[in-house]
C-alpha cells in the first residue's frame, strides 16, 4: 500500500522556523516530482514548494521565496520543506504530495499521485 506520512508540523512564534519531513513508503519503486502544498481554514489548497524528480529544478509560491526551502534525498524516498522566518499567514495545513511509481498486488508498475495526510503548522504572532 502506498504511503505519504508527514511529520514535523507544530506551534512556533512568528520569525521561528520548521522543518517538515515527508517519507514514501518501501512499495514505491521511483518518486517523480514532489510537492508541499497548505491549506489554511477557510481558504483552498495551494501550492507551497515542488521539486523534480532529480532535484535540479524547484517552483515557489510567492509568498515563500526566500523563506522556505524544498528538498529532497532519493535513496531514502523523502522530501522535506525548512521553513524561516515564519509568518502567522503561514498557518495551515500542510500536505506533502508525490507523482510516483508503485508495486501494486501483482507485482506490476503503476503510476500514482498521492497526499499525505496533513500536518498543522500554527504561528502565533
Known amino acids: 500500500q502506498v504511503q505519504l506520512v508527514e511529520s514535523g508540523g507544530g506551534l512556533v512564534q512568528t520569525g521561528g522556523s520548521l522543518r517538515l519531513s515527508c517519507a514514501a513508503s518501501?512499495?514505491?519503486?521511483?518518486?517523480?516530482?514532489m510537492g508541499w502544498y497548505r491549506q489554511a481554514p477557510g481558504k483552498q489548497r495551494e501550492l507551497v514548494a515542488a521539486?523534480?524528480?532529480?532535484?535540479?529544478?524547484?517552483n515557489y509560491a510567492d509568498s515563500v521565496k526566500g523563506r522556505f526551502t524544498i528538498s529532497r534525498d532519493n535513496a531514502k524516498n523523502t522530501v522535506a520543506l525548512q521553513m524561516n522566518s515564519l509568518k502567522p499567514e503561514d498557518t495551515a495545513v500542510y500536505y506533502c504530495?508525490?507523482?510516483?511509481?508503485?508495486?501494486?498486488?501483482?507485482?506490476?508498475?503503476?503510476?500514482?499521485?498521492?497526499w499525505g495526510q496533513g500536518t498543522q503548522v500554527t504561528v502565533s504572532s
Open positions: 504530495n508525490a507523482n510516483l511509481y508503485y508495486h501494486d498486488d501483482y507485482y506490476r508498475v503503476r503510476p500514482g499521485n498521492y
Open positions: 518501501r512499495s514505491i519503486t521511483s518518486l517523480n516530482t
Open positions: 521539486i523534480t524528480a532529480g532535484g535540479r529544478s524547484t
